[in-house]
């Protein structure tokens, strides 16, 4: 069973504006979250992270917001660029195991 | 430079031949582990080593084997490859455990026929 979803396979956003991308994990034992960005023939590289003792976190361009109560998560991009056109994976750890667990990814295409 | 090195980038095999992807890091990391993506269904993990000598199964691991006997090499071996085994597969390396984040090696393309 999928502990973690994206439920939104793929999004469109106009460059400029605000990409939201959403993740829900149903495992109350997570405790670490992650984004990942990947482009097409690379591996997935690291975005953003987050512990649940935070309920957002902030690196430039990219925000990431934790609601705990609802077992939600999403990733802010503002302002999107077209470089930001790839697959977006969120992923989930819990402290006391030893596996990352990955959404099915969101599909983002900015358009310049 | 700090990097996750998979080799073959592209194999395409027959049924039952065995095969083996290998997986390097040249970061110290403790923790490795490998993937599938396939499509839908996001990244599974199949292994992960916590350490030398120490590997775990992870949530697809049915037909395959790994082994960490040096810190930095981390190889997935397909003993009878299948065609449900046709997947792109990723090795990752991080510092420690799954509460830091993952370095992803480009991905190995693998068609069974």
């Known amino acids: 069973d999928q502990q973690v979803k994206q439920n939104s396979p793929s999004l469109s956003v106009q460059e400029g504006r605000i990409s939201i991308l959403n993740c829900d994990y149903t495992?109350?034992?997570?405790?670490?979250f992650l984004w990942y960005k990947k482009y097409p023939a690379e591996g997935p590289t690291f975005l953003i992270s987050?512990?649940?003792?935070?309920d957002k976190n902030e690196d430039g361009r990219f925000t990431v917001f934790l609601n705990k109560s609802a077992k939600h998560l999403s990733l802010h991009i503002v302002p999107s660029q077209p470089g930001d056109s790839a697959v977006y994976f969120c992923?989930?750890?819990?402290?006391?195991?030893?596996?990352?667990?990955f959404g099915t990814g969101t599909s983002l295409t900015v358009i310049p | 430079e700090a990097q996750v090195t998979q080799n073959p980038r592209y194999l395409i095999t027959v049924t039952g031949k065995k095969l083996t992807v290998t997986c390097s890091q040249n970061?110290?990391?403790?923790?490795m582990s490998w993937y599938r993506q396939d499509p839908g269904l996001g990244l599974r993990q199949i292994y992960y080593?916590?350490?030398?000598?120490?590997?775990d199964k992870g949530d697809v691991p049915e037909g395959y084997k790994v082994s960490r006997k040096e810190k930095r090499n981390f190889p997935l071996i397909l003993e009878s490859p299948s065609p449900n085994q046709t997947s792109l597969y990723f090795c990752?390396?991080?510092?420690?455990?799954?509460?830091?984040?993952?370095?992803f090696g480009q991905g190995t393309r693998l068609t069974v026929v």
């Open positions: 992923a989930a750890s819990a402290n006391t195991g030893n596996q990352f667990y």
């Open positions: 987050i512990s649940s003792i935070k």
């Open positions: 495992n109350s034992m997570f405790d670490y």
């Open positions: 990752a390396s991080s510092l420690q455990g799954a509460n830091t984040e993952a370095f």
């Open positions: 970061m110290n990391h403790e923790y």
């Open positions: 080593s916590m350490n030398v000598e120490v590997t």
